[in-house]
């Protein structure tokens, strides 16, 4: 049965697995075994009708941890991981993930096709990893969940933009990677963002 645990002892135990162990199996079996109390997560917590959000929870030179809060229906655009590991767990409701395999990129004009190969569903019970060898993905919290939800993304190692891809148009860019919030205080004040306590 898995423990749950505060957000600080889940980010300690985390930051306590040494470089060496750092591994998909390692870090998801962890990810199995502590499911993070949500209660814990209330500093993180910020929802913007918007878009989903980035709250940075801790960040090392091995990986950083990262609330995502999503409204219901909202979605990641269709993204890769810059070739680093990623595993995802959800302290509250569920998400579905789009995988998709690249059959075709030309970095010179930016042209890509992608083709689907596979969804999958994420909640409390059943964290994941982003595969290595497909890592192009999309994360939707379907209108059909209706709830709320909060994932929890572990980059190892840390990035700051990644590439975005457009199905319809079969074209992709480099886009920034932004923080709504960072250690639990809002980075920009402009943005239209609430609180929310679980």
């Not at 994360?139 to 190692?157: C, D, E, G, R, T």
Request: glycine share 4%; net charge negative; charged share 20%.
């Amino acid at each position: 049965m898995n423990t749950k645990v505060p957000i600080k002892q889940f980010a300690d135990q985390l930051a306590a697995i040494p470089v060496a162990e750092f591994t998909h199996n390692r870090v998801l079996q962890y990810l199995r075994e502590s499911v993070v109390d949500p209660g814990s997560l209330n500093p993180y917590l910020w929802f913007c009708m918007e878009h989903y959000t980035r709250n940075l929870i801790l960040k090392t030179k091995l990986f950083e941890l990262i609330a995502i809060c999503w409204e219901v229906g909202q979605k990641s655009p269709i993204h890769n991981h810059r070739d680093q590991n990623c595993w995802m767990a959800i302290p509250y409701g569920k998400l579905q993930v789009h995988n998709f395999t690249l059959i075709q990129k030309e970095p010179s004009t930016g042209f890509c096709e992608l083709r689907s190969s596979g969804q999958i569903q994420i909640d409390p019970e059943n964290p994941t990893e982003v595969d290595p060898a497909e890592p192009i993905h999309q994360v939707l919290n379907l209108p059909s969940f209706a709830s709320k939800a909060v994932s929890l993304h572990i980059y190892s190692l840390p990035f700051d933009s990644c590439e975005v891809y457009d199905l319809k148009e079969k074209q992709y860019q480099d886009v920034p990677l932004i923080n709504t919030t960072e250690y639990g205080k809002v980075v920009d004040d402009s943005l239209r963002c609430e609180r929310f306590t679980l």
